[in-house]
């Protein structure tokens, strides 16, 4: 077991990067991820870490250059949070459909406009349809564990995909946190070297990127769609395996004191740790509330989810986004249409909460929950708004 | 209807006084500014201000209204100019402030629109939108504040960072070459090419200044301290001391080829106008090409229908 040290999250992922020893980075700097970016610079240019670090000229750019890598067969790493993932979205679905391993750390930020640099989820979720795995981080250890499980799911033969590890801008990127660290040679034993399934050589060509006639771009986009949901079985394993190392053991969906709860909370990223607290305050007066976190988002676990839901009565989805226009929220809508055929389902509560920077304490949630259980089903509140 | 800000919050003498003598006092130019938004969230010792000021500076030399003055910033440090700025200002996404402002100038040809941003977002995330603004000749007035880094972001290496000079993220020196500013807006077209560093505050007034009175695409790039995201890795001291190493290395060469600029890591700079020639802007060929020709067709399609 690797030591334990008191370590800005950014560092630690950066540190964790670079022990998977990546052999490309690059990236575009974007409050709040520029740390993540600039300590792997440093680790490249100390002789730590045996990469190309590429000063890309912007995001576009920056996803661009992780396609050519990935499809030469490099571990390939690029991070980045809102506008910089607004502008490499076009390349963000390229990747995915291309089936090309590459790991992105998002540092979660609200989209512009207003110009915000804090926190939301927002820019994951203008991204979610593109065919990435999806994990959400709860805290520093969550995400540096994180790194290791992502390149040995995105690179397993099995999936061939890329993957997506959020974590909350600022809440997690600038804060100190205790991090147990993997040594090398847990590291070793934990990821495989990157065997790429589809690379670009000399010797065996291949097209990538090719035009798909409407006979087989249906097909192509089934496929797609079947690799993203086979990944589960993968990040199972990848998890199963990470406990053994390390004694962690992450699921796709964690539950938190939900044992008789009538009422349940849903969050996802560092959310889930102050829904914690709200729900320790609320089982102390005697309030039956429990809280399921939601880490995996895309593949999206369907069966996983109904199976933590369906016995509560009320259900309090926490989202981070606002979906403009829309009926409710980014995930309160995937809930919702999770949930609808169950012969059994709770009511299910929209609240969103959160969204550019704005604080949510312990006692925001338990209000939540009240102003929930007072309304109707079908409301979505935007929690806290003024005015 | 448009109301400026500063008709919402009218003068407060009595705010005037208090600032004089509790705080830093207003700015010289303070009717120029956005109230209340001083001060600046800039740091001790940047360039920036001396920009904002020799702008102003400019406006007032050339008479030219407020109302008659739109500014157009991307995103950075620099681009914090357009919320200071008390007239039409459009503080727009990270490296657009070009097409923003094309868009802009296209329809309001009364305006003057000021292109106000820096070296990373008008050369690296913006780059291919200003020599296709300088290739069309689009009437926009670029002043491109070039502090050799990504200021706002942590001194992070950019287009315009020297050779082997330090960032956040080129630790131990860049390893890529920079652009020549002056040489690249040049050969994109441009029809006036200046470079000043902030310690030449008077030659910079004057370029803005020339630069309002002509048609087309004009390029000023003004040489700033930046003594937190470059200064500090690269021991130039304080702004102040960099502002001195500017008075050291530099030399005035008017006319100077663009090509023969480029700036190297505490090497002479050349500074001066470089270029200031004639060339038909984007709206006379418009005019000339398109919109001639289409009246025309016009017209003899209207001929055909009453024959
Ligand atoms: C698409 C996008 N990518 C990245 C950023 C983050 N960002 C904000 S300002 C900036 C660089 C600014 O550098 P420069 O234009 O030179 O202005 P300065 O701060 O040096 O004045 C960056 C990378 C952003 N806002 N949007
Ligand atoms: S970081 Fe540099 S450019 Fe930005 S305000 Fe500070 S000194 Fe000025
Ligand atoms: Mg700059």
Known sequence: MGKKVGIEVSIAAAEAVGLCDVDVVAAYPITPQTHIVEHLSELVANGRLDAEFVPVESEHSAMSVCCGSAAAGARTFTSTAAQGLALMAEIVYIAASMRLPILMLVANRALSAPLSIWNDHSDAMMVRDSGWIQIFCENGQDVYDHIFHAYRVGEDPRVSLPVMVNMDGFILTHVIEPVEFWTKEMVGSYLPRFRPLN???????????????????????????????????????????????????????????????????????????????????????????GLVKLRLWRPFPLAEVRKALSGAKDLVVLDRSISVGAANAPVTSEISAAMYHEPQRPRIHCMIAGIGGRDVTPEDITNMVDLSLKGTEQECHIYGVRG | MKVRYRALHPFDKEAEER????????????????????????????????????FIEAMKQKNVPVAQSAVVSGIGCTGRVAGYLDMDTYHTTHGRAIPFA?????????????????????????????????????????????????????????PTTPIDARTSTTPFGNAEPSFNLPHLAHAAGAVYVARWTTYHARQLVHSISQAFDKKGFTFVEVVAPCPTGFGRPNKLGSGLDEMRHYREVCEVRNGADPSEVEI???????????????????MEHYQSLVVARAQAKAKSKGKGKAA
């Open chain 2, 19 to 54: 600032h004089i003598q509790e705080d830093h006092g207003l700015h010289p130019y303070d009717e120029y500014l956005k109230p209340g938004r001083i001060p600046h969230i800039w740091c001790p010792g940047c360039g920036l201000g001396i920009v904002v000021t020799a």
């Open chain 1, 199 to 289: 690379t670009l050589h000399p010797d065996k060509v291949v097209t990538m990127g090719a035009f798909g006639m409407p006979e087989i771009y249906a097909e192509q986009k089934m496929a797609h769609d079947q690799a993203l949901k086979n990944s589960m079985p993968v990040l199972l394993e990848g998890w199963d395996e990470l406990a053994k190392l390390t004694g962690r053991k992450y699921e796709p969906v964690e539950l938190y004191r939900t044992e008789g709860a009538e009422t349940l909370l849903l969050a996802m990223g560092s959310l889930c740790e102050t829904a914690s607290l709200a729900v320790d305050q609320m089982r102390e007066a005697g309030r039956k509330v």
């Open chain 2, 102 to 158: 094309t868009g802009l100038a296209l329809v309001r040809q009364d305006l003057i629109v000021t292109v106000f941003s820096g070296d990373g977002d008008l050369f690296a995330i913006g780059g291919n939108h200003l020599i296709h603004a300088a290739r069309r000749n689009v009437n926009l007035k670029v002043i491109c504040v070039n502090n050799f880094n990504y200021g706002m972001t942590g001194g992070q290496v950019a």
């Open chain 2, 264 to 282: 190297r890591l505490r090497e002479k700079i050349i500074v001066g106008t470089f270029v200031d020639v004639e060339r038909p802007d984007f």
